[in-house]
């Protein structure tokens, strides 16, 4: 199966990097260790005829890849810490992170959107819903 998936592409591994280049289809970057297991794993696995299903395969065995811009072949994947790791070592592996699409706030600082930030507080809480400082709401007593 391996050799069938890899048809017209190559995989290089630098440091902690590994980088998956199809001709014509794009491109994208796991961690290598990834990368090691789902490729023993399909090495002792009988292709198929299609090499585009055996690819998407291969694929599914790895659970964190970014891929660079144009690429059709497979999508971003993983939690944001397993990104934010191979941000980090392609960063380390000199590679240029412009050509990557990681997640938009991939390794910048979590902050509460600007809307919450600015509110201004109402000088009658209780009339628009909001609660006491202690957490209770004033209900009008009939």
């Known amino acids: ?37 789902a490729e023993k794993w399909a090495a002792s696995r009988r292709g198929g005829i299609n090499a585009a299903r055996d690819r998407a395969v291969l694929l599914e065995r790895i659970t964190t890849m970014v891929t660079r811009s144009g690429t059709t072949f497979t999508t971003l994947k993983g939690s944001q810490k397993s990104l934010d790791q191979l941000h980090k070592a392609m960063k380390g592996g000199g590679f240029d992170l412009n050509e990557w ?33 202690d957490g209770s709401h004033d209900t009008p007593q009939t």
Do not use: I, Y
């Not at 017209?8 to 290598?32: C, E, I, L």
């Open 1 to 37: 199966m391996l050799e069938q998936a890899l048809q017209r592409g190559r995989v290089t591994v630098s440091g902690g990097v590994a980088t998956w280049v199809v001709d014509g289809q794009g491109a994208a970057a796991m961690p290598a260790d990834e990368w090691r297991s």
């Open 101 to 133: 699409r990681f997640p938009a706030d991939e390794g910048t600082p979590r902050r509460r959107p600007k809307g919450d930030n600015d509110v201004e507080p109402s000088s009658n809480p209780s009339a628009q819903g909001a609660g006491t400082e």
